[in-house]
T-cell receptor, first 115, second 116 residues
Framework: AQKVTQAQTEISVVEKEDVTLDCVYE???????LFWYKQPPSGELVFLIR??????QNEISGRYSWNFQKSTSSFNFTITASQVVDSAVYFC????????????FGTGTRLQVTL | NAGVTQTPKFQVLKTGQSMTLQCAQD?????MYWYRQDPGMGLRLIYY???????DKGEVPNGYNVSRLNKREFSLRLESAAPSQTSVYFC???????????????FGNGTRLTVT
């Protein structure tokens, strides 16, 4: 069975600090996809990134970067120079080919960025 | 582009009442989903519809029914609401089920349901 663990329930940082959100996953499949979603205080879910299991290249998008390591089954998300607008709940999610219709979410990490 | 539209945004029910949550997407997606979000539990899949005319149970289907009315619309019905169904409900869609891992789910803005 697939599982996603986000051990950090809540993180508080001061603006301009860097912060890393951890995500550890479990799956028996060799083909799978990992996602990060952002849920700002307004409540909607915003897609941030998708990564497939065959592509271990790290990705950077502006202040956001993702570190995918199959050896440790982790897909961590780093925000550089955090801003107040980054305050949100962040969800890591996994889908594999065995359960293609069932995106499994972690429990989320609430990030609070203060001035 | 509206994307995925859910109605209502808020609802309060008394135990035993019934109601239907509506969801519509205008992206010509084939697959649609209903999730519930509870504190400390992330999002859990209730039901999904891989294509028009088909529906399947997700992780937490008990107490719910769904109808894929057409390609655009996927409704979630609570026949006899219980306090345990107090939650935020999200509808989502994706282009294809079999490639849903290859394309992200698009979510609606959610319905906050309280059952007293």
């Amino acid at each position: 069975a697939q599982k996603v663990t986000q051990a950090q329930t809540e993180i508080s940082v001061v603006e301009k600090e860097d912060v890393t959100l951890d995500c550890v996953y479990e799956t028996r499949d060799t083909t799978y996809y990992l996602f990060w979603y952002k849920q700002p205080p307004s409540g909607e879910l915003v897609f941030l990134i998708r990564r497939n299991s065959f592509d271990e290249q790290n990705e950077i998008s502006g202040r956001y970067s993702w570190n995918f390591q199959k050896s440790t089954s982790s897909f961590n998300f780093t925000i550089t120079a955090s801003q107040v607008v980054d305050s949100a709940v962040y969800f890591c999610a996994l889908i594999d080919t065995g359960t293609a219709s069932k995106l499994t979410f972690g429990t989320g990490t609430r990030l609070q960025v203060t001035l | 582009n509206a994307g995925v539209t859910q109605t209502p945004k808020f609802q309060v029910l008394k135990t035993g009442q019934s109601m239907t949550l509506q969801c519509a997407q205008d992206m010509n997606h084939n697959s649609m989903y209903w999730y519930r979000q509870d504190p400390g539990m992330g999002l859990r899949l209730i039901y999904y519809s891989a294509s028009e005319g088909t529906t399947d149970k997700g992780e937490v289907p008990n107490g719910y029914n769904v109808s894929r009315l057409n390609k655009r619309e996927f409704s979630l019905r609570l026949e006899s609401a219980a306090p345990s169904q107090t939650s935020v409900y999200f509808c989502a869609s994706s282009l294809h089920r079999d490639s849903s891992y290859n394309s992200p789910l698009h979510f609606g803005n959610g319905t906050r349901l309280t059952v007293t």
